[in-house]
């Protein structure tokens, strides 16, 4: 019997892995050193391991309990996350493996009256996985290559930043989507692997204009992505703190994000003056002016107008002036489809205006943004300025308290939602606060502490295995 229940825990604690892998991008380098929710290994993986195996030694069925409540905790678990497991193909093939190494192992575990444990299964389990990923992942690239390679006359733009760079993306396809036939990947899809499966599923060979958004975690990230699209227009957005936990310091990061410079197409640069190139597009803005009604500035002395939240977007837009002046189009065009932009979602995206006016801040997790938008609230004077926000999850402590000194000018109440920086807002916030454990109690908090006319924002509103 034992060995049938050892067979089966090799399942469960692959369920774990596979869940707190997926969360990270594969990565497990990140599981174990950057994973904000560290004790969910001991609670999830190291106890109910140890467990098991000094129960195997004393009673069989004692470890069949062991099994069956961490079964249960596993269920309690994924009920509980707002990110629970996909199965992916990648996720059954892991899955297969595991499966594999099962009757593999056990009959050997039971011919030469071996410990039932799971660790050997497990390993193998991953060694076939990562094996296979890896050649599985080379043709889906060529693929990939070839058929951006094969697109005729298309033009193919790289966007990179520190933040920022969904917002350029999606308000540059909204500009240009009646002059081209664009194909940009919708949400914050940035990753090497998310991008080939992007262009390989969705990509039309009719495409003219394709535009890429570039993410990094480290070294060479960016160089893969502009190997895979080569392209042909660059735009690099602000350089700042976000992910310092990666590149350690700021000149990292422009190191990682100029690796975009290494396009063997690349036909101009626009980039940001954090980048520290001798041309900067953001040395063209004046006159901007940011309110709860909109947007408007001048780009070299051109006027636009935009329905949008945030002096940071006139950043955001001059630099797709730039991109679309280059690809052709005129200033009435450009300030037109400007005019009538709506808000990247979950990025300052107003909700509602009545009973309750409710604003989606939720993409927004940067020190910079956080404020300027908090700035904007700080005048309204029809209710309550409730703000809802874990505040800055990757960033340090001085950040955090730095944005404490801005929430406690703008706002009545601030709902804490993430324990990571819980200390933090807890000493250094002056106003109201509530602080939430769980992310479950906090619809119930927000009837109770708000009412009509209130402003609530969700600000970075991180995931809650976050």
Sequence with gaps: MIYIVSFAFSFLMLYYLALVLQLNNYKFKRVLFNF??????????????????????????????????????????AKNIDKPLVFTARIKRLFLFNLLGAFVFTPIHFYYKLDPHTLDIIIFAFLLSYICEYFVNKSFYNKAYN????????????????????????????????????????????????????INENLDPNTNLLIIEAGARKKGDIEEITKLVRPHYVIIGQIGTAHLEYFKNIENTKEVKKEALKSTRLELAITHSSVGESFSYDSALSEIKASLDGLSFKCNDEKYFANLLGSFNASNLCACIYLAKALGLNYEQISKEIANLKATEHRLQIISREPKFIIDDGFNGNYDGMSDSYRIIKDYNLGKKVLV??????????????????????????????????????????????????????????????????????????????
């Design 36 to 77: 904000s929710k560290k004790r969910w290994h001991f609670y999830y993986l190291i106890a109910p391991f140890l467990l098991y195996v000094i129960t195997c030694d004393i009673n069989h069925f004692l470890a069949l309990g062991v099994a069956i409540i961490y079964l249960l905790a596993l269920i309690f678990l």
């Design 389 to 466: 926000s874990p505040g800055i999850i990757e960033a340090s402590e001085e950040l955090n308290k730095k944005l404490c000194e801005v929430i406690n000018e703008c706002f009545d109440l601030a709902i804490i939602t993430s324990e990571t920086n819980a200390r933090i807002y807890d000493e250094k916030l002056k106003i109201k606060k509530i602080i939430l454990k769980d992310k479950a109690k906090l619809i119930e908090t927000l009837a109770n502490e708000t009412k009509e006319k209130d402003l609530i924002i969700f600000s970075n509103d991180a995931p809650n295995f976050i």
């Design 147 to 198: 058929k951006i390679s094969n697109l005729k006359d298309c033009k193919v733009v790289l966007i990179t930043a520190s933040y920022g760079k969904t917002s350029i993306k999606h308000y540059l396809a909204s500009i240009t989507k009646n002059y081209f036939k664009i194909h940009y990947a919708k949400g914050s899809i940035n990753t090497l692997l998310g991008l080939i499966k992007d």
